[in-house]
């Protein structure tokens, strides 16, 4: 009695197995690849930050000789994901418990994966619409951002009637949920919302058609967009801010000092966020997307630090806090008195000249290029500044050109049309690029370095502001206080 008693218990704990195995996980979603052409290739799966719109990677798996592999991803809700390789690439809606599989379609279809399993059918047309997206990025030959009012006004017609097709071929029944269906047209529609934002970039008014312009002025109010993590709206909420909060206060304060204005900045940005009255997701949305713009522009200034401290405190969202915490976090490390990141480059002569090289005198750092025509405005009154230091080899001016085109900046160095100095070519942009190391958005940008290799300023003031002489004055002092 007591072995067959035993003998049911093993039989009984071998069917819990066998149940558990095929039971699907309320918090993941399990995706099976077969895809020949990828046969050890390494397939990741991630979803997008909305603030800082970096990818949050999920999982990974490397598929074997086969094109063959499996991956699980921790999914607890609704979220638009992407499935990237060196092969293939998909935009996906996931579900927690979704089980997807992915092949290759049938020959003489458009698209080259097919889905399987669940959610198949909304995935496709999901997928389909991503890897057409750019058929619409011109009209008749031009760049959508491009073309007359009433041209662009067909093109986005264009763009609606494609989504629409798209869409009538799902409809709603036991395999498509509604839900899912409301989520998909949601995304195709935020599309045609982000392609009428990126058209009225930098436009005045009169090249805007009415309706367009009566729809850029307000943040479409979609929580489900943030909730899911829908690129475009992402993309939008970055546009929204840049045009409707920061180059507004701009204008309101025009007669303000630049240096005042820079300081009260953070706080007027706030306000006019707070004024408008976003649902909560959406304010918090704009606010950490304000701070995270504004970081990027500007660098941690002390303003920027405490706004930031305080969203650290009131966003409800931990993706918001991290993007913020992160930005934090990288400037820090490049804040005053941290070891400045060494970088290096080609001298004109063709030899190699480093940052590590000037060990021992103060450098002012000139990020440029020659398609820069503002960098190029400064070059006067940077060879001023030089001549207040001529002769003394405790300061080094570094002109470091991020040009991608060897021959053009070689062919202005021969002109003359640069000021005197040290100069280097740095023209990649990889992991220990100057880009990446001191975060670079755009130029011109100047760096400060004093004798030790320590950092002074991530983001100096630029030669025509007439301040970085006194400056440079200051820490040569201080230098030579500190020798005796």
Known sequence: MGHRFLLYLLFIGILFQLAGCGRKKSNSVRISVHYPKAAGDTVRVGRVNMVSMDGIILGRVRLDSAGKGV?????????????????????????????????????GTKVDI??????????????????????????????????????????????????????????????????????????????????????AIGKDSAEIPAQV???????????????????????????????????????????VDGDSLETIFPILVEQKIKAAKYPGLVEDLVRAMGVHVQIAMNGLTPDLLKTARKLGKELGSDDFKNAIHE????????????????????????????????????VYVDIWATWCGYCIEEFPDSQKMQEEFKGNDKVAFLYVSVDQDTLAWKKMMAGKKVPNGLHMLHGTNGPQSIWNLYHVSGIPRYLLIDGDGRMVAAHAERPSSGNVQAELRKLLTARHIAEK
């Not at 991956?71 to 997807?100: C, K, Q, R, T, W």
């Not at 997206?133 to 007359?148: A, E, I, T, V």
């Not at 934090?328 to 030899?351: N, Q, R």
């Open 71 to 107: 991956l699980e991803v921790p999914v607890d809700a609704p979220v638009f994901a992407y499935l990237n390789g060196d092969v293939i690439s998909a935009g996906m809606l996931l579900y927690p418990g979704d089980d997807v599989v992915i092949v290759p379609s049938a020959n």
């Open 114 to 199: 097919q889905f399987e399993g669940d959610g198949a059918a909304i995935n496709q047309a999901y997928h389909e619409a991503q890897q057409n997206r750019n058929d619409f990025d011109k009209w008749n030959g031009k760049y959508y951002f491009h073309l007359p009012p009433d041209e662009f006004l067909k093109a986005k017609d264009s763009l609606r009637s494609y989504y629409d097709q798209l869409l009538t071929q799902l409809k709603p029944d036991d395999q498509i949920p509604a839900e899912r269906l409301d989520l998909i047209k949601r995304q195709m529609d935020m599309h045609v919302a982000f392609y009428q934002f990126n058209f």
């Open 213 to 255: 312009r009566k729809f850029v002025s307000k943040i479409p109010v979609d929580t489900m967009a943030i909730q899911t993590g829908m690129f475009d709206y992402a993309l939008i909420a970055s546009q929204f801010y840049r045009n409707e909060i920061s180059d507004a206060i701009y204008e309101e304060n025009k007669e």
């Open 327 to 362: 930005d934090v976090a990288k400037w820090e490390k490049i804040g005053p008195g941290k070891p400045a990141p060494d970088f290096s480059g080609l001298t004109p002569d063709g030899k190699k000249l480093a940052l590590s090289d000037l060990r021992g005198r103060i």
